[in-house]
């Protein structure tokens, strides 16, 4: 059968898995989410060539999102779920097209499959390397991996009530035109930076939904010791989950502890009302193969990242809901109330050993927008002083690779008087070193999640205004960025859509990255990779 996936940055040999996905899923899973995708723009084709109005067609926008969600880096490894979203999708498109009857349809929008075995057999047709122009691939595929991130974002703000119409107009645009040959490689790059225009929008509204129903992130010392119950660790990035979650576990004798991804909930003015909401076990989403043994008790997977567990033990302990999914672990569904049971999953809990410690202390989050612009008159006067001479935004994504350990040295070794501003598992890179702060400012400003790197984009165009500036980029502000899969991709479509240039990414740059495509970012960008931890804080801070 074979499979060919690179959108992650830890894809094999910095080219693509061949064989089995580095992060872990089979070759079956991979054909699945490429035949998922063809399908898609199969539907998009019809919505916009048939002009069908987004408005009249939420379900379709719906599954549109959760179906790009399925196929993120490390989000559902499910055979079963894939098969069955796939044909889900299938009966959607067929639909769409009594709307819209007599179109000229490619095959994306009229294939028919009646099996499984049917679906392996169709997917290499029309995954990633059925593109046979290496420019146009990498082009394409750099949209459709925006795109994904980009739903993202929008599934979280849709799991609070908040939709814009005008992203779903985009993704489908967009999505229909990886099917267009008559594109040229510039149009397909001035796609690209429409995607990130997009994505702006949608982390727009993600901090829209999130603040209006949560409040704005307050700076918050976070518990990383344990107490003495029995608990519930829940990974991912869904505060919806989390929410439903802690107001069941109420009275319960069950605490609630978050992992990775989930730390920044703690930042919320809304769940600090939670009594059992305790603190943060644990590290990055890659180090949970070693987490999730020592905290003995259930995980809940709202979102990605899973890292296929190497025991039955631990794998009996995980819980899936939304768009995550693993074979053989008990997913959550919502019902038509909005509701998810999580019953199974608390009873699980009660009969739990507590976890047991492998740290103590705490760790200060809080500084999304707001938190930083109550902040900035303390922080226009240090940087007018000197006493910040420049600030450093290490956003973005954790990974297993040895060469990360780059971005602990980095932030070890900058000089004291320069800041970190980060959002992202990257900060669990450093989040816990004892690096300081310069007149009250910590030198660590977190965000929050990658879904909240709108935030440092925010405060970026604020501290513009502030100083009078023309150019974001006159900022004493510096970009070194990690990355790891889609999410982070949407974040670098964001920051060149918005004029930010000389971006570092990462310990790699993307395999997805032709040689031509690379020349491009790099010429009209400045984007550029990493060297050693000296040479980079030698040109930065030069």
Not at 495 to 501: N, R
Request: charged share 20%; net charge negative; with cysteine.
């Amino acid at each position: 059968m074979g499979m060919f996936c690179y959108q992650c940055q830890e894809t094999a040999r910095g080219t693509g898995c061949d064989i089995k996905g580095v992060c872990g899923k089979n070759e079956e899973v991979a054909n699945l989410q490429d035949l998922l995708i063809h399908t898609l723009k199969g539907v998009s084709e019809i919505v916009i060539i048939g002009k069908l109005d987004v408005k009249d067609i939420s379900h379709v926008n719906h599954e549109l999102l959760n179906s790009l969600f399925m196929t993120i880096t490390n989000a559902n490894f499910d055979q079963d779920a894939l098969h069955n979203q796939i044909l889900k999708v299938i009966k959607i498109r067929d639909e769409l097209k009594k709307k819209a009857p007599g179109l000229p349809l490619s095959d994306a929008a009229t294939f028919m499959v009646n099996d499984r075995d049917e679906m392996l057999a169709k997917a290499p047709l029309v995954g990633v390397l059925a593109t046979a122009n290496e420019d146009v691939r990498s082009l394409r595929e750099l949209v459709i991996y925006g795109l994904k991130g980009m739903a993202a974002y929008a599934h979280h703000a849709l799991n609070i009530g908040k939709e814009n119409p005008d992203i779903y107009n985009f993704m489908y645009e967009a999505l229909a035109a990886t099917l267009n040959n008559g594109l040229t490689a510039d149009d397909l790059v001035a796609l690209t930076l429409k995607t990130g225009q997009y994505g702006v929008a949608a982390m727009a509204l993600l901090d829209e939904a999130n603040t209006s129903k949560y409040g704005n992130p307050e700076i918050t010392k976070v518990n990383i010791g344990v107490k003495g119950n029995p608990g519930i660790l829940v990974s991912g990035h869904d505060l919806t989950d989390l929410e439903q979650l802690l107001e069941q576990t109420k009275g319960t004798g069950v605490d609630v502890y978050t992992h990775s991804e989930m730390l920044p909930a703690h930042y919320y003015p809304f769940f600090k009302k939670y009594g059992n909401f305790v603190g943060n076990y644990g590290s990055s989403w890659w180090r949970q193969v070693s987490d999730f043994e020592t905290f003995n008790g259930p995980i809940l997977f709202t979102t990605n990242c899973i890292v296929p567990p190497k025991t039955d033990e631990v794998r009996n302990r995980i819980f899936t809901t939304g768009s995550a999914g693993y074979p053989g672990c008990l997913h959550f569904y919502t019902d038509e109330n909005g509701k998810k049971d999580f019953s199974a999953i608390i009873q699980m809990a009660k009969g739990s050993k507590p976890p047991t410690e492998i740290e103590t202390g705490e760790i200060v989050g809080g500084f999304a927008h707001a938190q930083v612009f109550a902040l900035a008159d303390k922080v226009v006067d240090a940087v007018k002083s000197g006493a910040i001479k420049k600030f450093f935004v290490m956003a973005g994504c954790d990974g297993r690779m040895k060469s990360r350990d780059y971005y602990t040295e980095f932030a070890e070794k900058l000089p004291k008087d320069t800041v970190i501003l980060t959002a992202g598992c990257a900060k669990y890179r450093y989040n816990k070193l004892p690096l300081g702060d310069i007149g009250g400012i910590p030198r660590v400003l977190d965000a929050g999640q990658c879904n909240d790197s709108y935030s440092l984009a925010v405060i970026a165009l604020k501290l513009k205004e502030i100083f009078g500036l023309d150019d974001v980029n006159q900022l004493p502000i510096a970009y070194n960025i990690a990355w790891y899969e889609q999410k982070a991709v949407i974040v670098l479509l964001a920051l060149l859509y918005l004029g930010v240039k000389n971006i570092h990414l990462g310990p790699t740059l993307p395999g997805f990255l032709s040689p031509n495509v690379a020349k491009v970012l790099v010429q009209n960008f400045g984007i550029a990779g990493i060297g050693s931890v000296e040479e980079d804080i030698n040109l930065f801070m030069g």
